[in-house]
């Protein structure tokens, strides 16, 4: 083992990771987009399709470039941590179970809102043009949409790990699960589709998280909205779409429930 060559322990780490998550999105999107796409016609976001195989190149060669960037950023923390510079707890005593929940709902708050602030930076105008264009060019998005980014948006969206990592007691498995939690969100985001039931934005604490709906008006009129996990950064800086309840609830209510209202 420790005379294998680093690039091939790369490889074996990196290969299953970008063939897992293409599997993945590759089954929701045949499920929703293909074999699907007249049964949850009504559950779609957008009602004009714009999605072209053009499209998908494009996000399949940045979804790699940015799990190359995300490695980067995982790597950073793995050294960190192999030299003892983190603060990251290794093992979760029994009977912490709660504060490790308590650390993936804080963790999850804190990754919302350094993607908020990133996000809103990479709407500036140079930074949009240089950067974030990439991810725009899918504005009809699908699963493969979710991780299509520029190399530096793809390293610097994922890097909030590494100051949460260097100051921050986090138990591990709480890491992992927030690394889970975050990539279902990202995916449901992307989605293209509205699964979620009309009474959703409604009901507290559930009207206060985004959806499928709510980036899906980012990418339609590339402008607010810009957060992926919770509202409130939004409205708390002015940056919240208008109308957005209103296109939730139109693409939620299953098929006919307007008409036997």
Known sequence: MGNTHPILVFLQSFLPQIGGYLAVVGLLFAVFWVWGERAFARRRVQKVKLFTTRQLRHELLYTLVTFLAGAASAGVVIVLHARGKTSIVDTLAPGQELLALAWVVGIVVFNDGWFYAWHRLLHTPRMFRLVHAVHHKSVDVNPFSSYSFHAFEGFI????????????????????????????????????????????????????????????????????????????????FGTELPGYDMAFVDRSEPRGAKASS
């Open 157 to 236: 969206l994922g890097a909030w790990i590494i100051p949460a990592a260097i100051f921050l007691p986090i138990p591990m498995p709480a890491l992992a699960l927030v690394q889970v939690v975050g990539l279902l969100n990202n995916v449901n985001s992307h989605l293209g589709y509205e699964l979620l039931p009309s009474w959703w934005v409604k009901i507290p604490p559930f009207k206060w998280t985004a959806s499928s709906t709510y980036h899906n008006l980012h990418h339609q009129k590339l402008k607010g909205n810009y957060a992926l996990f919770f509202r409130f950064w939004d409205r708390i």
